[in-house]
């Protein structure tokens, strides 16, 4: 059974400001300031929400009811058109960053191909690949076939030092909307989480992929890894405003203290939820270190941080099993003339069960 499909009334979304994700094999010109401009105006008439039900153990749920489930948007509880579990097949775009900055683990990533192929696609899936530093490359169009994938990925090369990361998003969801309906629509992004050149404010690929229902996944290439792989004259020295060995906040009890475990401790203090409304609302978020993770959960996806290579292997096998276990659930907004950020939450209940969805959606043009 195909899944309903947003119905977007009164729409107009300038993806102009990259080339169209098709046959040519490099973006076209940079936009020019008028191009820059975006305006999106807006009326929701049917939601469709991905939804991911585990137990108390963490296995999935597969037999939840309909009447189970309970759906709120913006806290209104709303009234349910479709609940099932997916099963359309999946329309994917690797979206891969080829980055001077991470060269040393692409040797990791050119053999994630057969991953892909063989835990995301199943038999009916089509993919593209997509490469992203200071340029933007169409690697491979969408193909179904896994030997045309797998030697893709295999044979990416390395590229310039920017990492143009919001473009090759939005590019990316421009791709999909040109996909058949009936499909899911997956984004993986293997990338350093810093945006660097993009033409493209950072929100913007999220408010896309909102309205598009797609969902983008995430695996965070970690650049200090990166510089560890390198020979010494090689390693870039970063700039810091305290001395060596000196940090800014006292350690974890009973961890020692590094600038990774740092980074991780920012990242867990942050309110997902509303930087996530935040991002979509204004365009724009100043903490760049959490973009990943909010461009994975403010679309239903996940997102993994990585150092080893049975761990980057475990994230893409995570991530198919997330895909095909996921119901998907429908419903007409009763408060869809209502601008701003709708926050979507699902209530199930059947005790010990926790789900996940994503967060929302925006309605409305961005401010100025």
């Known amino acids: 059974m195909r899944r309903p499909v947003a119905i977007l009334a009164l729409a107009f979304l300038s993806f102009s400001l990259l080339a169209p994700?098709?046959?040519?094999?490099?973006?076209?010109p940079p936009p020019t300031q008028e191009q820059e401009g975006f305006r999106v105006r807006v009326k929701v008439e049917l939601v469709t929400a991905p939804l991911v039900a585990r137990d108390g153990r963490g296995e999935f749920v597969y037999d939840l009811q309909r009447g189970e489930v309970t759906v709120f948007d913006n806290s209104i509880p709303q009234q349910l058109t479709n609940f099932e579990l997916a099963s359309e097949p999946i329309s994917l775009v690797i979206l891969l960053d080829t980055s001077r900055r991470v060269e040393p683990l692409l040797a990791r990533v050119r053999k994630s191909g057969i991953l892909f192929t063989s835990y995301i696609l199943g038999q009916f899936g089509e993919a593209a690949v997509m490469t992203f530093d200071t340029d933007l490359t169409l690697r491979q169009e969408f193909t179904s076939d896994p030997d045309k994938i797998i030697g893709t990925v295999a044979s990416i090369p390395a590229g310039g030092n920017g990492r143009r990361l919001a473009d090759a998003l939005n590019w990316a969801v421009n791709a999909l909307l040109e996909r058949p309906e009936g499909r899911r629509r997956v984004i993986i992004a293997i990338t350093e989480p810093n945006d660097d050149g993009s033409r493209v404010p950072v929100g913007m690929p999220l408010r896309h992929a909102q309205l598009a229902e797609i969902s983008v996944y995430t695996i965070s290439l970690s650049a200090t890894q990166a510089d560890l792989m390198r020979r010494p004259e090689e390693t870039p020295v970063p700039d810091s405003p305290y001395p060596p060995g000196v940090?800014?906040?006292?350690?974890?009890?009973?961890?020692?203290?590094?600038?990774?475990?740092e980074a991780n401790r920012q990242y867990a203090r942050l309110d997902l939820l509303n930087a996530i409304a935040t991002l979509v609302s204004t365009l724009q978020h100043t903490r760049k270190q959490n973009v990943l993770e909010l461009y994975a959960q403010g679309t239903g996806g996940l997102h993994y941080s990585s150092w080893s290579r049975t761990g980057f292997e475990n994230s893409i096998n995570e991530i198919g099993q997330d895909l095909h276990n996921q119901y998907q659930v429908s419903y007409r907004p009763s408060n869809r003339d209502q601008e701003g950020f709708h926050r979507v939450e699902i209530r199930v209940s059947r005790p010990g069960v926790s789900v996940r969805t994503r967060p929302g959606y925006y309605v409305g043009p961005p401010p100025g």
Do not use: H, I, S
């Open 21 to 28: 994700f098709g046959r040519a094999q490099q973006p076209g």
């Open 247 to 261: 940090f800014p906040l006292p350690p974890t009890p009973g961890q020692v203290q590094t600038p990774t475990t």
